[in-house]
């Protein structure tokens, strides 16, 4: 089973950048999870859960969209065509900028506003975006 993003692809597009998962964030549910694995595997139901949505979370710029996926069982996507992308914000606490880890916002012409959790290096991704956006602005003019 291939990522939902290289499903996603249309003809002549490409990835430009994909975001990473952050694993900081779930580190204290896991080590909760550990320490309840005892207790008739109590511990699977909090760990379990939390490792599901690490590796269920995708988010990738292509050549004409950003594409974003949260959730293996009950999925929540989003495919917004470059021009349609107002902005992308990041929400981080403390520990978030500590470690470099946030939620981009995604935020679309129509009222589409997505928050996408837990990604890695969320500047760096924001950068590369209005970079993106920005070349093809002036390739339109």
């Known amino acids: 089973m291939g990522s939902y993003v290289d499903q996603s692809l249309t ?5 430009i950048s994909r975001a990473q998962t952050s694993w900081i964030p779930t580190i ?7 320490l309840l694995l005892p207790f008739y595997g109590l511990g699977l139901l909090i760990i379990i859960p939390v490792l ?11 050549n004409q969209r950003v594409i ?15 021009d349609k992308v ?5 929400h981080q606490g403390i520990l978030g900028r500590i470690f470099n880890y946030g939620s981009i916002v995604i935020k679309g012409t129509g009222g589409t506003n997505t928050p ?4 890695k290096a ?6 590369i975006v209005n970079n993106h ?3 093809m602005d002036s390739k339109q003019q």
């Open 133 to 135: 956006i920005e070349e």
């Open 68 to 82: 974003a996926k949260v959730g293996l069982i009950r999925r929540n996507t989003v495919e917004l065509r470059i």
């Open 52 to 62: 599901l949505r690490v590796w269920s979370t995708e988010l990738a710029l292509t």
């Open 11 to 15: 003809r002549n597009e490409s990835v």
């Open 116 to 119: 996408i959790p837990n990604i």
């Open 86 to 90: 107002e902005s992308l914000g990041i």
């Open 28 to 34: 204290i549910p896991v080590i909760i999870g550990i």
């Open 122 to 127: 969320p500047m760096q991704f924001r950068s």
